[in-house]
């Protein structure tokens, strides 16, 4: 049994999603609710919940601001918001999920799968990268959906991102590949953009990682890691510019 807590200024809000998690989710208990910053750090404190539903707007504050003053930590956090551009945000600071208002039924219940599996592995919640990454301009570590759980992983070590159908490959300095179930548009969205260049519409590249440009054969990208990259012949100009401005 998942204990949740649900932190949401809205009472109809926490009434909606308290119904869809009662009738669709069997494996969840309802242990708390609250409806500001103060309210909410006290429910954890006393509920220990497994996995907090946390709205990112509320009338005293916001949900960054529990995640950064609440003690008890061995949680984890499905973002609920009404606004897109914070649920971006929430995915960018590694939190395990995020539903848009109103709830959907089926995001729901697969947050509520992933936490349960993710549970199952580890003994702590994802807080330590999520408020590393609060703490930075762009994000220093990604949280990566394993059979397993999550495997955390730096920036700097990602070479490039290579799309595939709906799913993405990561790889590493380390020579290994991540298969990851998010699309390629969400990495160039998530990562700075000074730092990885859309190289092709298939391959996001690591400027850091970029080993040499060849010319021939329509132009093209050498990683560090001896692979070899496309550069679409509309993105030479761009690509050069952004190779200038990072060497500097």
Same mark, same amino acid.
């Given at each position: 049994m998942i204990n949740v807590v649900i932190i949401?200024?809205?009472?109809?809000?926490?009434?909606?999603?308290?119904?869809?998690?009662?009738?669709?989710?069997?494996?969840?208990?309802?242990s708390g609710t609250a409806d500001?910053?103060?309210?909410?750090?006290?429910?954890?404190?006393?509920?220990?919940?497994?996995?907090v539903f946390l709205d990112i707007e509320l009338q005293d504050g916001t949900g960054f #601001?529990?995640?950064? +003053?609440?003690?008890?930590? =061995?949680?984890?956090?499905?973002?609920?918001?009404?606004?897109?551009?914070y649920a971006i945000k929430a995915f960018k600071h590694s939190a395990? #999920?995020?539903?848009? +208002?109103?709830?959907?039924? =089926?995001?729901?219940k697969e947050a509520v799968v992933k936490v349960s599996r993710s549970r199952s592995e580890k003994s702590i919640g994802n807080f330590s990268i999520l408020l590393d990454n609060l703490k930075s301009e762009s994000p220093r570590k990604l949280a990566i959906p394993t059979l397993q759980g999550y495997e955390y992983i730096m920036v700097d070590n990602i070479v490039r991102i290579?799309?595939?159908?709906?799913?993405?490959?990561?790889?590493?300095?380390?020579?290994r590949k991540i298969m990851v179930s998010r699309c390629l548009n969400d990495y160039q969205q998530i990562l700075d953009e000074r730092k990885f260049f859309r190289a092709h519409n298939s391959h996001l590249i690591n400027l850091k990682h970029v080993k040499m440009y060849v010319k021939r054969d329509g132009g093209h990208v050498e990683m560090i890691d001896g692979s070899i990259v496309p550069l679409a012949r509309r993105k030479k100009d761009y690509f050069m510019e952004a190779m200038s401005i990072f060497m500097t």
């Open positions: 949401d200024d809205e009472p109809d809000s926490i009434s909606f999603l308290g119904s869809l998690l009662r009738e669709f989710c069997p494996n969840v208990n309802i500001n910053v103060v309210h909410a750090l006290r429910e954890i404190e006393d509920k220990k919940p497994d996995l #601001d529990i995640l950064e +003053k609440c003690r008890y930590r =061995n949680f984890d956090v499905v973002f609920i918001t009404a606004y897109n551009q395990i #999920d995020y539903i848009l +208002k109103p709830a959907d039924i =089926n995001e729901l290579e799309a595939e159908r709906s799913y993405c490959n990561i790889y590493l300095l380390d020579k």
